[in-house]
């Protein structure tokens, strides 16, 4: 029996990852899940966070990613999410000005006439981008 599980992470714009990996830890709804070969089915909602996959060439990545869904079969893991960004491939300074963004509109909604649930949606994204940038650059 092989110690490797497939894995693909799809967004509404195409498939983000696909491979073998030895394990992934999930940002669930309920709390962070670490899935392994063998896992029982499961599916669970996922929540902002980042996806931490080892994958069989013994390395670790980090993906950013928002709400969606984990689907864990014997053999499979697919994790379904509005969007998804490899850690390498995030633009900090982007990401730190949307951040800035987003606190603007927050701090002053009666100014600006804002949606506040999209202001703070849209902070929590840039959030989660600025903490897996950082996290996979402490390797």
Same mark, same amino acid.
């Given at each position: 029996?092989? !110690?490797?599980?497939? $894995? ?11 491979? =073998? +990996? +030895? ?5 669930? $709804? ?11 089915? /499961? /599916? ?9 996959? =080892? ?24 994790? /379904?999410?509005?969007? *998804?960004?490899?850690? =390498? !491939?995030?633009? %900090? ?8 963004? *987003? ?9 600006? =006439? %804002?949606?506040?649930?999209? *202001? ?6 840039? /959030? !989660? ?6 996290? *996979? !650059?402490?390797?």
């Amino acid at each position: 029996m092989s !110690n490797l599980i497939k $894995m693909e992470i799809v967004t509404p714009t195409g498939t983000v990852y696909s491979g =073998d +990996v +030895v394990s992934c830890q999930v940002p669930g $709804m309920e709390g962070s899940f670490q899935v392994l070969s063998g896992h029982t089915a /499961l /599916l669970s909602a996922v929540r902002i966070g980042a996806v931490k996959i =080892d994958d069989e060439k013994n390395s670790t990545q980090w993906m950013a990613i928002t709400e969606g869904f984990c689907q864990v079969d014997e053999d499979k893991i697919i994790i /379904l999410t509005d969007t *998804a960004e490899i850690a =390498d !491939n995030i633009d %900090v300074t982007r990401a730190e000005k949307a951040r800035e963004r *987003a606190l603007t509109r927050i701090e002053s909604p009666q100014k600006e =006439d %804002v949606d506040l649930k999209r *202001a703070e949606a849209a902070l929590a994204r840039a /959030l !989660n981008r600025l903490k897996t940038a950082s996290i *996979a !650059n402490r390797k």
